[in-house]
């Protein structure tokens, strides 16, 4: 059972950034309304609804065929227009890794897709993160874009995640999702339910792509003067969309997955470290790692946190002691919110806390001005950002 709250959207500001260049085209897109006729988006609630009080399912509820689920709500174009099918290609170059990556990714797209279904927003949409980042929650460098869904610091703020002072929400791929899907929700609706320009403004922004309507004369995504990145960035999804809704046509096939492998989210009313949870629930420690973005090095995680876990397990989260999950005294200690600094413990590393915090063991030396062989003092203040 989802505990996600659904079709709400989160507050957007004026100032969002976009992609860089690294992922999508607009590293110096104006923001939202700086145009001679702005679009405006529709107007937000007022706050980020907060997740549902904790409830664990005894046995989840049935879920629909993934791979039907997918599939019924993709519809491809140009499947054989040539830049679709030079991507399509180049996805099946190396079958046996793409059908491994397929397998390690197909329950973290499950979700996905289930979300994208609730909220009635184009199927297309779900495969955006194996756009960006293959389902990988990659941290963000500096200022530039983090997770599977790659937002920008301030895209990711203004839709209500937490980036910064310790924290980075891009990394939690429930949080993350949720946050993606009221943007492109909020996109959808400025563009008219046109999903080639909701894909393009996601990407490139809604600034550019509104400019670029206006100097075309026309709505078709394909044919606006947009960047190059942006093109190829369709191109892509209308590649992969070929490939999921018809992969026997192409020679491959799509990996089972059975309901018990399906992931559920679910609020745990105590705190857990990472680690032992993925022993106490008999997973795979990587898996779960993988499906659970933020949980990273030795990392623990507060009550209410919502974890992703197969639906097989969920038996077994209802019979757990907490304690034997518990974070190690002192583990959850943090700067002060929003401080962007952290105080030195006795134990602490650089590497364990450029895990703890997911930042780049080289920015955190960077930013501090360390090398490799610094040594930390207890009571040292450690910057987390630029």
């Known amino acids: 059972m989802s505990l996600l709250v659904g079709c709400q959207t989160l507050p957007q500001r004026n100032d969002v950034e976009k992609h860089d260049a690294a992922h999508s085209a607009c590293t110096d897109c104006p923001p939202v309304g700086a145009d001679p006729n702005p679009v ?26 993934p791979w039907q689920l997918l599939q019924s709500g993709l519809q491809p174009a140009g499947c054989d227009q040539p830049e679709v099918v030079r991507w399509r290609q180049r996805y099946l170059g190396r079958p046996e890794r793409f059908s491994g990556r397929l397998t390690e990714f197909a329950p973290l797209l499950h979700f996905v897709s289930r979300e994208v279904a ?7 949409f779900s495969l955006i993160p194996m756009v960006e980042s ?6 963000g460098r500096g200022n530039g874009p983090a997770g599977m869904w790659q937002l920008m610091p301030a895209t990711a703020r203004a839709w209500g995640l937490s980036v910064g002072g310790g ?12 946050a993606a899907l009221n943007y492109l929700q909020a996109l959808w609706a400025l563009f008219e339910r046109d999903p080639g320009l909701t894909v393009a403004a996601y990407n490139a922004g809604d600034g550019r792509v509104n400019r670029a309507i206006r100097k ?26 070929c490939l999921f809704k018809a992969p026997e046509a192409y020679g491959f096939e799509l990996p089972p997955l059975p309901p018990a492998s399906q992931l559920e989210v679910v609020i745990l009313p105590f705190p857990a470290d990472a680690s032992l949870l993925a022993g106490a629930l008999r997973l795979p420690e990587d898996a779960f790692r ?37 974070p190690a005294p002192g583990s959850l200690r943090q700067s002060a919110p929003n401080s962007g600094t952290h105080v030195v413990q006795r134990g602490d590393t650089l590497w364990d806390l450029s895990r703890r915090y997911g930042v780049r063991l080289e920015d955190l ?17 450690l910057r987390l950002a630029p």
């Open 290 to 326: 993988r499906h659970n973005g933020a949980a990273r090095g030795p990392i623990a995680r507060t009550a209410g946190h919502a974890w992703l876990v197969p639906a097989s397990r969920i038996p077994v989260i209802a019979t757990l002691d907490p304690p034997t999950v518990a």
């Open 365 to 381: 030396l960077r930013w501090n001005s360390l090398n490799s062989r610094s040594t930390l003092r207890i009571g040292q203040r």
């Open 118 to 124: 609730e909220r009635q927003l184009p199927q297309a």
């Open 167 to 178: 924290k980075d929400d891009r990394l939690d791929h429930v949080r993350a999702t949720h």
């Open 216 to 241: 075309a004369g026309h709505r078709d995504s394909r044919r606006l003067p947009l960047p190059r990145i942006t093109q190829e960035y369709l191109i892509k999804l209308d590649a992969l969309a």
């Open 134 to 139: 293959s389902f990988y929650g990659f941290p």
């Open 40 to 65: 405006k988006l529709p107007d937000p609630v007022a706050d980020t609804p907060p997740l549902p009080p904790s409830s664990i399912p005894a046995i989840p509820p049935p879920k629909p065929d």
